[in-house]
């Protein structure tokens, strides 16, 4: 088991272009979660998924972000029509549901939107 | 809703000399506490964690963190520092419902000199 990855690590686009994501988690990890982490600041949840179903969103995933996770394994981020401001660091991590939950953290991918 | 607060931005300290870094958390009910390092374009690495039970946890690379319920603290603190161990520093807290989405602090970058 070699973690949580995720693909690209580094992705430049230009403004309007629209970009995807991958994250794979630890295989027997059921839990998924997306976070942005901007420059300077700690990471902020964007939503998460449990098996297929994603269960949470928040209100920072605008109407320009989808995720999926269409067989429970791995996830998908999209963003559409990218704005300057969707530069960032998007972080994936796993976990297994329990009473002492932990999240694993992907490398990330860092996205420059030129 | 949960609140981290890390007080300092930036840590400066000596080779070899302690170091304690201060995190106080906002959230209503008892906490899953996390304290994670990232490295320069890295994801994040867990360092430790305090679920229950005693309130002086063992992480890491000679890391320890204390809960202390009544100051809302969750301090970090290695009694010798190296220059390995230069990086930033997020402490979050998660829910005990809904997912256990972290909330995380700005995060303090740690400098040390030699």
């Known amino acids: 088991d070699t973690g949580v990855s995720q693909n690209p690590r580094h992705k430049i686009t230009k403004r309007g272009q629209n970009v995807t994501f991958r994250c794979d988690p630890i295989?027997?990890?059921?839990?998924l979660y997306w976070y942005r982490q901007t420059l300077g600041q700690g990471p902020e949840f964007l939503t998460y998924?449990?098996?297929?179903?994603?269960?949470?969103k928040s209100r920072l995933l605008s109407d320009r972000f989808s995720a999926e996770r269409p067989k429970g394994s791995f996830s998908t981020l999209e963003i559409q029509r990218t704005e300057q401001g969707d530069s960032a660091m998007y972080l994936c991590?796993?976990?297994?549901?329990?009473?002492?939950?932990?999240?694993?953290f992907g490398p990330g991918t860092r996205l420059l939107v030129l | 809703a949960q609140s981290v607060t890390q007080p300092d931005i930036h840590i400066t300290v000596s080779e070899g000399a302690s170091l304690e870094l201060r995190c106080n958390y906002s959230?209503?009910?008892?906490?899953?506490l996390f304290w994670y390092v990232q490295s320069p374009g890295q994801g994040l690495q867990l360092l430790l964690k305090?679920?229950?039970?005693?309130?002086l946890v063992q992480g890491i690379k000679g890391f320890e963190a204390e809960f202390k319920r009544s100051q809302s603290s969750f301090n970090l603190r290695k009694p010798s520092v190296h220059w390995s161990d230069a990086a930033e520093y997020f402490c979050?807290?998660?829910?005990?419902?809904?997912?256990?989405?972290?909330?995380f602090g700005a995060g303090t970058i740690l400098r040390v000199k030699s």
């Open positions: 991590a796993s976990s297994f549901p329990s009473g002492a939950e932990t999240q694993y």
């Open positions: 295989s027997e990890h059921n839990r």
């Open positions: 998924f449990q098996n297929e179903a994603q269960l949470e």
């Open positions: 959230y209503g009910a008892t906490p899953y």
């Open positions: 305090y679920f229950s039970g005693d309130t």
């Open positions: 979050a807290v998660g829910a005990l419902m809904g997912g256990n989405k972290l909330v």
